[in-house]
Nanobody, 116 residues
C-alpha cells in the first residue's frame, strides 16, 4: 500500500512563501504522474501542479509563475514551492500519485492559510 505524507503547510501572510513536501513510501519512479491538488471549503478539489515521470510539468493558470513543482528521487519526495501567496490560495493541499493504470493514491492533506 502506497503512503503519501504531506508536510509544510501553515499560516502565512499574503505575499509570503511556503514549501510543501510529499514523501512517498516507495520510489517515485513507480508513478506515472505525481501532483498537488487543493480543496477550499465548499469547493471541489482541483489540480494545482503535476509532474510526469519524464519530468514535464503542468500548472493551473491561477498559480503559473508563482508555484513550482519539483522532485528529489533520492528522497522519494515531491515538493511544491509556493511564492507570492494570495488569500485565495487558502485550502487543504493534497498530494496524489498515479501509476498510469487504474490506481492512484492520496495523502492526508496539509492546510495552507494565507491571511490578507
Amino acid at each position: 500500500q502506497v503512503q503519501l505524507v504531506e508536510s509544510g503547510g501553515g499560516l502565512v501572510q499574503a505575499g509570503g512563501s511556503l514549501r510543501l513536501s510529499c514523501a512517498a513510501s516507495e520510489s517515485i519512479f513507480s508513478f506515472n504522474v505525481m501532483g498537488w491538488y487543493r480543496q477550499a471549503p465548499g469547493k471541489q478539489r482541483d489540480l494545482v501542479a503535476s509532474i510526469r515521470r519524464g519530468g514535464s510539468t503542468l500548472y493551473a493558470d491561477s498559480v503559473k509563475g508563482r508555484f513550482t513543482i519539483s522532485r528529489d528521487h533520492a528522497k522519494n519526495t515531491v515538493y511544491l514551492e509556493m511564492n507570492s501567496l494570495k488569500p485565495e490560495d487558502t485550502a487543504v493541499y493534497y498530494c496524489n500519485a498515479d501509476d498510469g493504470t487504474v490506481y492512484d493514491w492520496w495523502g492526508q492533506g496539509t492546510q495552507v492559510t494565507v491571511s490578507a
